[in-house]
């Protein structure tokens, strides 16, 4: 069983940072893709970032430029950076990874969710 846990969300004033981490933990041969989703009160939950096992990246519009993720494929962690950071961010941050393990009978590729971590940012 794979096991993610964010930690670094908070409470902060507009402008702003944050660091948010992902530590993934359990059976993984290879982490092919992790990424930061959010859910605002009342809002579906969004994709917000994106990084593949060769360091490609994918982010949201509303983050270009202010948000950067990245990851330590040895630590199986995985980070994004939230700097100037806005009221409109404000929402619970879950992490995603989409893990790939081998075993005897074949593969498996499944996808995992942490709990979350909030963060709020006052004007």
């Known amino acids: 069983q794979v096991q993610l846990v964010e930690s670094g969300g908070g409470l902060v004033q507009a402008g702003g940072s944050l660091r948010l981490s992902c530590a993934a933990s359990g059976k993984i041969d290879r982490i092919n893709f992790m990424s930061w989703y959010r859910q605002a009160p009342g809002k579906q939950r969004e994709l917000v970032a994106g990084?593949?096992?060769?360091?490609?990246?994918n982010y949201a519009d509303s983050v270009k430029g202010r948000f950067t993720i990245s990851r330590d494929s040895g630590k199986n962690t995985g980070y994004l950076q939230m700097n100037s950071l806005k009221p409109e961010d404000t929402g619970v941050y879950y992490c995603?990874?989409?893990?790939?393990?081998?075993?005897?009978?074949?593969?498996?590729?499944?996808?995992?969710w942490g709990l979350g971590t909030q963060v709020t940012v006052s004007s």
């Open positions: 990084v593949t096992s060769r360091g490609s990246t």
């Open positions: 995603n990874a989409e893990v790939y393990n081998d075993y005897d009978v074949g593969y498996l590729v499944r996808d995992y």
